[in-house]
């Protein structure tokens, strides 16, 4: 292998957008913010850029995950400074998965346990000792908060993973948390090489085709 001296960069200051939006948004192009489709984003790699057509349309970005640096000459390739996939907002409608940076990891999971402790509130209130049985007042399951390498390590599980909220029983998991093709092509994107499941065989398999 050679190693290759990058050069040196500033960190991009982060664009702020309206996080709550995601709590009434159907899909990504809803949302107040520039998202980009990972195939567009491979396009600028050096290791994966053949390979967009094989990968999965309902996997996004946002900008400031996309953009980590500010802009240097000469232009560098993204997967220079790309960041990892980690944080995510799942969106149930449209089943997109939604990439965050760190930071906007941090202030989209902030609101969503702001929402649960006041759901939770306001069901002890009203139901008193049947809140675990009913659905929490005013809670719509309709946006997920996820971390991906927790998301991929639940595959398969038939309960609610850990590292997901809204974190109540009654919540149905989306179909894009148990969509092997969208796990795979996250994994790969993180540079993994595990892949259990044949379903993960197949798409990843699929996915080397096109690569070649």
Same mark, same amino acid.
């Given at each position: 292998?050679?190693?290759?001296?990058?050069?040196?960069?500033?960190?991009?200051?982060?664009?702020?957008?309206?996080?709550?939006?995601?709590?009434?948004?159907?899909?990504?192009?809803?949302?107040?913010?520039?998202?980009?489709?990972?195939?567009?984003?491979? !396009?600028? &790699?050096?290791?994966?850029?053949?390979?967009?057509? +094989?990968?999965? #349309? /309902?996997? $996004?970005?946002? *900008?400031?995950?996309?953009?980590?640096?500010?802009?240097?000459?000469?232009?560098?390739?993204?997967?220079?400074?790309?960041?990892?996939?980690?944080?995510?907002?799942?969106?149930?409608?449209?089943?997109?998965?939604?990439?965050?940076?760190?930071?906007?990891?941090?202030?989209?999971?902030?609101?969503?346990?702001?929402?649960?402790?006041?759901? !939770?509130? &306001?069901?002890?209130?009203?139901?008193?000792?049947? +809140?675990?049985? #009913? /659905?929490? $007042?005013?809670? *719509?399951?309709?946006?997920?908060?996820?971390?991906?390498?927790?998301?991929?390590?639940?595959?398969?599980?038939?309960?609610?993973?850990?590292?997901?909220?809204?974190?109540?029983?009654?919540?149905?998991?989306?179909?894009?948390?148990?969509?092997?093709?969208?796990?795979?092509?996250?994994?790969?994107?993180?540079?993994?090489?595990?892949?259990?499941?044949?379903?993960?065989?197949?798409?990843?398999?699929?996915?080397?085709?096109?690569?070649?």
């Amino acid at each position: 292998d050679l190693e290759k001296q990058l050069g040196k960069a500033m960190p991009r200051d982060e664009t702020d957008w309206d996080f709550e939006a995601i709590f009434k948004a159907k899909s990504v192009s809803e949302l107040p913010v520039q998202a980009f489709s990972i195939p567009s984003v491979l !396009a600028q &790699t050096h290791a994966l850029k053949r390979a967009t057509g +094989a990968w999965p #349309r /309902t996997v $996004a970005c946002t *900008e400031n995950f996309m953009r980590s640096i500010k802009s240097i000459t000469p232009t560098p390739h993204l997967d220079d400074f790309l960041r990892p996939a980690n944080a995510a907002v799942v969106l149930k409608s449209s089943n997109e998965w939604l990439l965050l940076s760190e930071r906007e990891g941090d202030a989209v999971l902030g609101r969503f346990w702001q929402r649960e402790r006041a759901s !939770a509130r &306001t069901s002890r209130r009203s139901q008193g000792a049947h +809140a675990r049985q #009913r /659905t929490p $007042a005013g809670f *719509e399951a309709s946006v997920f908060f996820t971390n991906f390498p927790l998301a991929r390590a639940a595959l398969g599980e038939a309960k609610q993973p850990s590292c997901l909220l809204p974190s109540v029983s009654y919540v149905s998991i989306p179909l894009a948390l148990r969509d092997d093709e969208r796990i795979v092509a996250l994994q790969i994107f993180m540079g993994e090489t595990c892949f259990a499941s044949e379903a993960q065989k197949r798409f990843l398999q699929n996915f080397l085709t096109e690569q070649l």
